[in-house]
């Protein structure tokens, strides 16, 4: 997939979040997550699951991505849980297996993290329907890797871009990528008048710094 096919993915799949409104921009009166953090943007991808159409998108993005960029996978996994229907539509596209990643071990029977047979050596991609600061996902990637399997990717419907994911990621030796983000979603919404000018500045400035945004 070259560079302008992924830029318009990106833009189609952010007017189609924006459309179905899995994702809400209020620059002027921003929501608060339960971290304490003001945002101007509130993302819920479980939301794409309801609509055939935008699901399928969604999973033929993440397919192409893999068939390109990691042609040798051999397991799909999804994060538990929003992860886990996304996974399970790609998985069915690619004819792989499957398994998913609970954020920890389950405290009874066999305590497994991993449900599903995942093999030792296996070469895995995870899907996350969301990247914030990247701390969930790279923890799902990490628990494949202490299973003795290799985590190939992990691939997201989007991501806020911010840095501290970006560093994560590279740190940890797990390549990242998402077929929508916060830049296409910022542009998507300001074509369609979701948005004014006015407030671009305001939202990028959100992106680079959250902790201090609406603190002024």
């Keep these: 997939m070259s560079n302008v096919a992924l830029e318009q993915l990106a833009k ?45 998108q969604v999973a033929d993005g993440f397919v192409t991505m893999i068939k390109e960029l990691y042609p040798n996978v051999e397991v799909i996994a999804g994060t538990s849980t929003a992860g886990i229907p996304h996974a399970a539509w790609v998985a069915q596209k690619l004819n792989l297996p499957m398994v998913y990643i609970r954020d920890k071990a389950k405290g009874h029977g066999k305590q497994n993290q991993i449900e599903g047979r995942l093999q030792p050596g296996q070469k895995v991609v995870v899907i996350e329907d969301l990247i914030s600061t990247g701390g969930s ?80």
């Design 12 to 56: 189609d799949i952010a007017q189609a979040l924006l459309n179905i409104e899995a994702v809400a921009l209020r620059p002027n009166e921003p929501f608060t997550w339960t971290s304490g953090i003001k945002s101007p943007i509130y993302c819920d991808n479980r939301l794409t699951m309801t609509y055939p159409e935008i699901r399928e």
């Design 137 to 216: 996902s790279l923890k799902a990637a990490l628990a494949v890797r202490e299973a003795g399997a290799e985590p190939l990717a992990v691939l997201a419907i989007f991501t806020y871009q911010f840095q501290t994911a970006v560093d994560a990621f590279a740190e940890a030796g797990v390549p990242l990528h998402t077929i929508s983000n916060y830049s296409a979603l910022i542009e998507q919404a300001l074509a369609s008048g979701k948005i004014a000018e006015a407030d671009v500045a305001s939202l990028q400035a959100w992106r680079e710094n959250p902790q201090a945004y609406g603190q002024a």
